[in-house]
């Protein structure tokens, strides 16, 4: 196929100081959770995406100083040479495809924990650091500042020896930078000539951006990261203040990156914004500077990304989220193949990998994150061992990616669905305004699965054990799900002790299917992700009085890492939902709710007409457990092997339902290692196999 013509221009090369990148796609920074842990996994998934056809492709932050030492977070470190090989395998891997390759440099300032080098922080001005753990970051002297430009002076020539294109100064993402800490007024009491009035607070940035040009400009280009606007008014970087900013190092940089701050604006949850979301903060930065500029905004789709360019906003299409759910989203528009990218839908599941120190995860892309450990190519896929067949039963995320990805091996694949449409739980939960986008969980797999002549696909077929054994598919696989509970068993109410007047409990799967509870409900979580505040947040909306209750200290604590936490709290608060903390259910009684502190026990009632728990799921099974019952029957109808899978098997995450689907495709008829199905990096293997690497 074709690329569509108006998708050319993203396919045009474009100088960056002395390089020049194939084409305007172009990963910027951004974090993962594998760094200099797992420096094969992360290397391997940047490969991917150069392979993919990313024009650029960028580290993570990456800390120049064991004064910026953010253990337990796994990020990349320059600290001196030694850390040198984790570099040179991601930019011989992203090199191998012809894309340029950027790092990050950074000092994060006091947003720091100094765990492992347990030196002091540094700071603009003596403040508390960022860990809060009753630790002060120093106000650095003027030799502090000297010693730190010597810092990154010696990072930039390093990264260059290590290959590098393009090299970051990098001030945005609020209090995570000390340069931005130096500009913005809230963080530098300063009065020497490094504080106080605007030129004296840029001061550093400019003498670190001219440092760097100095140092290695030759050869690399230097590219600054800056935050235009942090959303706070006056209190933080605004506009005006950007402007002049942007103004005053204009022709400075090679390339402007520019964003909003912090993290959770910049890298905003679908729940809470669109694609293309940053662009009225950032549009104005092409009318100051001739250089390139690059920003993001979820972008998947190739139309608006031509526009940027079209209309002068951008020049180069920068992607996080976008180039992790679908590596191959240039590939794919430059082959007229747009109608199968994976997008985006904005989950930040991928960001907790970097909160919680684990390699990243996408809820879209289940390869992400087993590029090197398990072999997994998001386009490629060994194909069928053998012309078994494969019955799949339930096409929520589980069944539909396990179909997709068994039809992609080129089994043949019946796929029995028992509702009238595909998508199980996320067809369900996006009836929640809040989660709308997550369809595109469902739609691309349908979508995928459209004209496949090796897959059969049924709505409105529930299967029994009849059905099954009759169909005689040589594998089923069981994706019927999980539902809520309503007796409340979950990680605070361990034992079904709590007396429950039964007629007051609906399921989130009832409101989900459009029942609405009359006058006040009352919602229980102890799930601490999304679903509580997405729940409160839609019947709010209808206009019922909402009490939302949880047994933890702060609710949907878990979004922290997918950096919807704030947006959540300031929703709920603008919709008026009551939230109680720290509190269990003692009794539910007619019309009531006896809520019950969880540190003192004291009482609270609460008149309410409905109780809506979300604590736990439990699996659907019994279907698995039926068919297993018939074992004797199975040879006589062809059936080698029956397997649980997704949420039917645990429930969890759509990302886990997703994963699992895909596993069960990837490892039939394969010779896996069930007990460690991975491939693991440690030290002494880093050690013996690489060159220069000192144990
Ligand atoms: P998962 O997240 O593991 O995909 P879901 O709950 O999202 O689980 O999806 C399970 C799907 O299985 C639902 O759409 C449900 O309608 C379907 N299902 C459950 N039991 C049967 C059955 N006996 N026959 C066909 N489909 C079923
Ligand atoms: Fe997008 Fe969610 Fe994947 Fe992150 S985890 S890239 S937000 S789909």
């Known amino acids: 196929?074709?690329?569509?013509?108006?998708?050319?221009?993203?396919?045009?090369?474009?100088?960056?100081?002395?390089?020049?990148?194939?084409?305007?796609?172009?990963?910027?920074?951004?974090?993962?959770?594998?760094?200099?842990?797992?420096?094969?996994?992360?290397?391997?998934?940047?490969?991917?995406?150069?392979?993919?056809?990313?024009?650029?492709?960028?580290?993570?932050?990456?800390?120049?100083?064991?004064?910026?030492?953010?253990?337990?977070?796994?990020?990349?470190?320059?600290?001196?040479?030694?850390?040198?090989?984790?570099?040179?395998?991601?930019?011989?891997?992203?090199?191998?495809?012809?894309?340029?390759?950027?790092?990050?440099?950074?000092?994060?300032?006091?947003?720091?924990?100094?765990?492992?080098?347990?030196?002091?922080?540094?700071?603009?001005?003596?403040?508390?650091?960022?860990?809060?753990?009753?630790?002060?970051?120093?106000?650095?002297?003027?030799?502090?500042?000297?010693v730190l430009r010597r810092w990154f002076r010696e990072a930039a020539i390093r990264s260059q020896r290590a290959g590098y294109d393009i090299i970051y100064v990098y001030a945005a993402h609020g209090i995570m930078t000390l340069l931005y800490q130096f500009i913005l007024k809230r963080y530098n009491q300063r009065t020497d000539e490094y504080g106080g009035s605007l030129e004296n607070r840029v001061r550093l940035v400019r003498e670190i951006l001219e440092d760097t040009k100095d140092a290695v400009g030759q050869d690399c280009a230097v590219a600054f990261r800056f935050a235009v606007d942090e959303l706070l008014g006056e209190d933080g970087m605004h506009p005006a203040e950007a402007e002049d900013i942007v103004g005053t190092l204009a022709e400075v940089p090679d390339l402007w990156d520019v964003n909003v701050a912090d993290w959770g604006n910049d890298s905003l949850p679908s729940r809470f914004g669109v694609e293309g979301a940053q662009e009225k903060y950032i549009k104005f930065v092409k009318g100051i500077t001739t250089k390139p500029v690059v920003g993001v905004?979820?972008?998947?789709?190739?139309?608006?990304?031509?526009?940027?360019?079209?209309?002068?906003?951008?020049?180069?299409?920068?992607?996080?989220?976008?180039?992790?759910?679908?590596?191959?989203?240039?590939?794919?528009?430059?082959?007229?193949?747009?109608?199968?990218?994976?997008?985006?839908?904005?989950?930040?599941?991928?960001?907790?990998?970097?909160?919680?120190?684990?390699?990243?995860?996408?809820?879209?892309?289940?390869?992400?994150?087993?590029?090197?450990r398990k072999g997994w190519h998001p386009e490629k896929i060994p194909l069928a061992k053998s012309k078994d067949t494969i019955l799949v039963v339930g096409g929520g995320p589980t069944g539909l990616e396990a179909t997709l990805a068994l039809s992609n091996r080129s089994y043949d694949v019946t796929l029995a669905e028992a509702r009238n449409e595909m998508g199980g739980r996320v067809l369900s939960e996006t009836k929640l305004g809040p989660l709308?986008?997550?369809?595109?969980?469902?739609?691309?797999?349908?979508?995928?699965?459209?004209?496949?002549?090796?897959?059969?696909?049924?709505?409105?077929?529930?299967?029994?054990?009849?059905?099954?054994?009759?169909?005689?598919?040589?594998?089923?696989?069981?994706?019927?799900?999980?539902?809520?509970?309503?007796?409340?068993?979950?990680?605070?109410?361990?034992?079904?002790?709590?007396?429950?007047?039964?007629?007051?409990?609906?399921?989130?799967?009832?409101?989900?299917?459009?029942?609405?509870?009359?006058?006040?409900?009352?919602?229980?979580?102890?799930?601490?992700?999304?679903l509580g505040s997405a729940l409160a947040e839609q019947l709010a909306e209808l206009g019922l009085k909402v009490t939302l209750v949880t047994p933890a200290p702060e609710v949907s604590g878990w979004t922290h890492f997918s950096l919807e936490y704030e947006h959540i709290q300031i929703k709920l608060r603008e919709l008026g939902v009551t939230i109680i903390c720290n509190h269990g259910i003692a009794q539910i009684g007619d019309g009531f709710v006896d809520l019950s502190c969880v540190f003192v026990g004291t009482k609270q009632r609460v008149e309410v007409n409905t109780v809506v728990p979300v604590t736990s799921r439990i699996s659907q099974d019994d279907l698995y457990y039926k068919v297993l019952a018939r074992r004797q029957e199975w040879q006589d109808n062809g059936i080698k092997s029956v397997t649980r899978i997704g949420d039917c098997y645990a429930p969890g995450t759509i990302a886990m339902a997703v994963y699992a689907g895909h596993e069960f495709a990837r490892n039939l008829d394969m010779p896996i290692n069930a007990d460690i199905p991975f491939r693991r990096e440690n030290d002494f293997e880093l050690g013996r196999s690489w060159q220069g690497f000192k144990t």
Request: proline content about 6%; glycine content about 6%; overall charge neutral.
């Open 1 to 146: 196929m074709e690329m569509e013509k108006n998708h050319k221009i993203l396919f045009e090369p474009l100088k960056i100081g002395p390089k020049t990148t194939k084409n305007r796609f172009y990963q910027v920074p951004h974090c993962n959770g594998m760094g200099h842990r797992w420096p094969r996994t992360m290397a391997e998934m940047r490969g991917v995406k150069a392979e993919g056809g990313w024009g650029v492709v960028c580290t993570e932050e990456c800390s120049i100083h064991p004064t910026s030492d953010l253990t337990p977070a796994t990020l990349m470190r320059l600290w001196d040479d030694s850390d040198l090989p984790v570099h040179e395998l991601m930019i011989n891997k992203v090199h191998e495809h012809g894309a340029l390759a950027g790092i990050q440099l950074v000092h994060n300032g006091q947003s720091v924990s100094n765990y492992l080098s347990r030196m002091p922080a540094l700071a603009p001005s003596p403040c508390p650091t960022e860990t809060a753990n009753s630790t002060q970051a120093r106000g650095m002297d003027k030799e502090d500042i000297k």
């Open 297 to 372: 905004g979820r972008f998947t789709s190739p139309d608006i990304m031509a526009s940027q360019i079209n209309r002068g906003v951008l020049d180069l299409i920068g992607a996080a989220r976008p180039s992790i759910a679908d590596p191959f989203l240039p590939k794919k528009i430059q082959e007229g193949r747009s109608n199968e990218i994976r997008e985006c839908i904005g989950c930040n599941m991928c960001t907790t990998g970097d909160y919680v120190a684990y390699p990243m995860r996408c809820t879209q892309n289940p390869t992400m994150g087993e590029e090197w």
């Open 436 to 530: 709308r986008q997550w369809k595109r969980v469902a739609d691309y797999r349908t979508s995928m699965l459209s004209n496949r002549s090796n897959v059969d696909s049924f709505t409105q077929s529930k299967m029994d054990v009849d059905a099954i054994l009759e169909l005689g598919a040589n594998h089923v696989a069981m994706a019927t799900g999980s539902k809520w509970r309503l007796d409340l068993l979950g990680i605070h109410h361990r034992f079904k002790d709590v007396k429950i007047h039964a007629p007051m409990m609906i399921s989130p799967e009832q409101i989900m299917l459009g029942h609405t509870p009359t006058d006040h409900v009352l919602i229980f979580d102890d799930d601490h992700y999304y």
